[in-house]
């Protein structure tokens, strides 16, 4: 039996199980949205990017349900590179693909996380073209976050610019791989001072408790 779960601007989503099944909002002025997230979904499912998808309509389309963590939650991890380049990955195949994705320069609750394995979720805005950016928009938005000098990253930036232009020309392996490269570890003291105040509080509730 579907439950009503949340919605968007330009869906509405019920859960049925480990299934949820997004239909039109009646709401919204963008048209053929969900036909279009179907769509793509059906094509990108062969690279194992997006929910899997089971049936899709005009206006419905019935996928896995996917449950995890939001990516920036997720990126608080000891070491978040592997999960960096998963995300990169599928965004390089995009880009093979020449779909781009719209939302990769802002992907806060388009990426959903469990494990290392990232899904990318909501592909209603997708389009063709033969310019796509969706590992250079992803790369700008790992460049945001690495400033909040919280994650244990960081992206080499001496000529980055050139290498993401080079990157564009042909969108080859050689030019991605020269990307992936500049991304490297870096522990934190901010996430290091975290987990010390943490450790000094779970004392002090011992000791209290102990008192007690």
Do not use: W
């Not at 793509?40 to 990017?49: C, D, M, S, V």
């Amino acid at each position: 039996m579907k439950e009503y779960h949340t919605k968007g601007k330009r869906g509405i989503i019920y859960k049925n199980g480990n299934k949820i099944i997004k239909i039109a909002n009646p709401q919204s002025k963008a048209k053929e949205r969900i036909q279009n997230e179907g769509k793509y979904l059906k094509r990108l499912n062969k690279y194992n990017i997006g929910p899997k998808i089971y049936n899709a309509t005009e206006n419905e389309i019935t996928m896995e349900y996917i449950e995890g963590k939001q990516i920036e939650e997720a990126l608080e991890r000891k070491n978040p590179i592997p999960l960096i380049k998963n995300i990169l990955n599928q965004c390089y195949i995009l880009d093979t693909q020449r779909i781009n994705k719209l939302e990769m320069h802002k992907p806060t609750k388009h990426i959903i996380v469990k494990g290392n394995k990232a899904t990318l979720i909501d592909f209603e805005r997708c389009y063709e073209t033969k310019k796509p950016k969706n590992v250079t928009q992803c790369i700008q938005y790992f460049q945001k976050l690495e400033k909040r000098n919280k994650y244990n990253f960081t992206i080499e930036k001496k000529y980055l610019r050139k290498v993401l232009q080079e990157y564009k020309r042909n969108y080859d392996k050689e030019g991605f791989n020269k990307i992936i490269k500049r991304i490297r570890f870096i522990r934190r003291k901010y996430n290091m001072k975290i987990k010390l105040s943490e450790l000094i509080a779970r004392r002090r509730e011992v000791k209290s408790t102990e008192k007690e």
